[in-house]
């Protein structure tokens, strides 16, 4: 009987979720991308183990990218780019930088295949745009420290962020279908 | 539709062009700020929003509105005038007498006293980029440009940039980060840089003798920066080779002691007056040597009131 109240709550949030437009789906990541951003801001240690925290306007990018391009994303995600800039010390640009390549490439892939119909592309998608991602930041952290730094926090960011994803991946689809119409005259 | 779908064709390439072009604009900036003129007026910027940014010392709009901001901010002076207080009337009472029979003894300019402004963190970055964290005190609570910080493991690191309310401190484990050192016992003198695995690396090591395995590394007080003596760290042996195993590991308190660096100014900064130009001028109006000795040291006396001192306060 509980069991089957939850899942007519839970059925209840999806319908209300599945009539939400997209302007307010947009609003309603790039609010959950402030919070986390922010609640990262803080010194973060549980039983004396630094928590890693995850780079949450990568996952809106990647979640954004997969309804296609749009200037409000864009913005935003150079927005928060610049936060995460001066936050981690990062040149200028760099996460804003990172942010758009990873909007633009899951764009792209969604655009390219049909996912719908192909889960394999749904689930090897997000981890190669996140690895490429990382790359980059990898790549610009030891182009900006004249070194190669470490790889480890990378990946445990990696790690983390795409936990995230798993997460929070339906809240950054903004219910705009884009991609190739299979089945339909061109 | 068909109207409909070649709108939208339309469209699409307008958003693409715009991705291409921000994405080739934060490359541009991220290329020009390898020019060290262009990145200095971009700190400064960069500095602020920080400041702005991640700064818990800021208050709120409720808080300045309801006047708890202006009752917090007199309970902080007053603590801080309290500490100050306390820490100077058990140390200056018993020690300024001897203190100075002492300094008059052996002639000895006086060291200044040590005053500091104890700050919370309140972010760490300790990502890719820059190991630094930020701490909740800036030019308002006395923090000075220069300034370095420790924790009760030892040293911490370097004010690398100052806000209002807010500063960041570049940390000892930094690649970047270069510190004078000593060993305690073995008084080698090198240079310390942070590396990639939390170790300290030593650098320009002298041709003969090295670092004692479990001996202290001290601040060696050169380049006048970090004051002599320090904790650093100790000495550890990881894949043959010594390190130095960073102290301010040990004290994870959350807070840090920010102190004034040593400021020694240049002898160009206060030139010491030429005996010969000396001798010239009180040769022309005394004849005799004896005042040019006088007017010189009155000279250097007035021209350096408080520079003797290493500290500079």
Sequence with gaps: ?186 | MARLRGKRLKARPVRRYALIVALVMLFAVLLAQTSPRLRAWIDPARTVAADQLASSARPGLWDRISGKAARDERIRELEAEVRELTRYRSVAISMAARLEAYEDMLNVMGEPPVRGVTARITSETNGPFREAILVNAGTLQGVQAGAYAENEGGLVGRVVQIGERSSRVLLVADFNSRVPVMGEASGMRAILFGDRDDLGTLTDLPERGSFILGERVLTSGEGGIFPRGIVVGEVVERGGALRVEFGMNRGRGGFVRLMPSMQIPPPEEYPAPDATDAEDDTGIEAGDGAPVDETAETATSEALPDAGAPGGG
């Excluded at chain 1, 509980?2 to 609003?27: D, H, M, N, Q, Y």
């Excluded at chain 1, 949450?56 to 864009?74: E, Q, Y």
């Design chain 1, 1 to 186: 009987m509980a069991r089957r109240r939850k899942s007519e709550r839970l059925s209840a949030v999806a319908g209300i979720w599945a009539e939400t437009g997209p302007t307010s789906r947009f609003l309603i990541g790039t609010l959950i991308v402030a919070a986390i951003g922010l609640i990262g801001l803080t010194p973060k240690t549980l039983f004396d183990t630094e928590l890693v925290w995850p780079y949450a306007s990568l996952v809106a990018a990647i979640g954004w990218g997969r309804s296609g391009l749009g200037f409000r994303p864009m913005v935003v995600l150079i927005l928060f780019g610049l936060a995460q800039d001066v936050i981690v010390y990062a040149p200028l640009g760099c996460f804003g930088f990172i942010n758009l390549a990873a909007f633009g490439a899951s764009s792209l892939i969604a655009r390219s295949f049909d996912r719908e119909r192909n889960p394999l592309i749904s689930t090897v998608a997000p981890v190669v745009l996140y690895a490429v991602s990382f790359v980059l930041v990898w790549l610009f952290a030891s182009f900006s420290g004249n070194h190669l730094v470490q790889l480890s926090p990378l990946v445990n960011v990696f790690v983390v962020t795409y936990i995230l994803h798993i997460l929070t991946a339906p809240v950054f689809d903004l219910g705009r279908r884009v991609g190739p119409l299979t089945g339909s005259m061109s």
